[in-house]
């Protein structure tokens, strides 16, 4: 199991359906397809600056990264990067990407079948009508080499 975190450039959403609709687009736009884009500036940035806290799982050998997939910058298409981390460090690993994010000017969201809008007061849940594409990269990305699922 992984928990995933749903990282854009633009705006934190005000709440859990402004997420939706947000992650959903850029979801569709950037993901959804067999043909990606390379990564933004700002979203390469976000991973290098995540990699200088934690390596890349396809360089781990002592197994200390929290990313579940690697390279963690495959995760990304334009504007847009959606990635799982070991449930065994998703708390510490998701609060420093969370903040990251919004210390960038990021927008950002928790995944997992359920997108939640980060607030000032604490994630609150709601559906994400998308879940069922998401389920299915997550699925695909388990299943390619040199990629981890904890």
Same mark, same amino acid.
Request: net charge negative.
């Given at each position: ?5 749903? /990282?854009?450039? $633009? ?13 959903? &687009? %850029?979801? #569709? ?17 976000? /991973? ?7 390596? #890349? ?12 997939? $690697?390279? %963690?910058?495959?995760?990304?298409? &334009?504007?847009?990067?959606?990635? &799982? ?14 903040? %990251? ?5 990021? &927008?950002?969201? /928790?995944?997992? $079948? ?37």
């Amino acid at each position: 199991m992984s928990y995933d975190l749903a /990282v854009w450039e $633009g705006d934190r959403p005000a709440n859990d359906r402004a997420a939706s609709q947000i992650l959903s &687009g %850029l979801y #569709d736009r950037y993901l959804d397809g067999e043909a990606g884009e390379p990564a933004s500036e700002r979203i390469a940035a976000y /991973v290098s600056t995540l990699l200088e806290r934690w390596r #890349d799982i396809t360089e781990d050998e002592e197994e200390t990264s929290p990313w579940a997939v $690697g390279p %963690l910058i495959d995760s990304a298409s &334009g504007p847009l990067i959606y990635f &799982g981390m070991c449930r065994s460090m998703a708390e510490e690993a998701s609060a420093y990407s969370a903040a %990251l994010a919004k210390s960038l000017g990021l &927008g950002e969201a /928790v995944g997992s $079948g359920r997108v939640r809008a980060r607030s000032e007061t604490g994630p609150a849940p709601a559906r994400f009508h998308a879940a069922t594409r998401i389920s299915r990269l997550l699925r695909a990305s388990v299943r390619a080499p040199g990629r981890r699922s904890s």
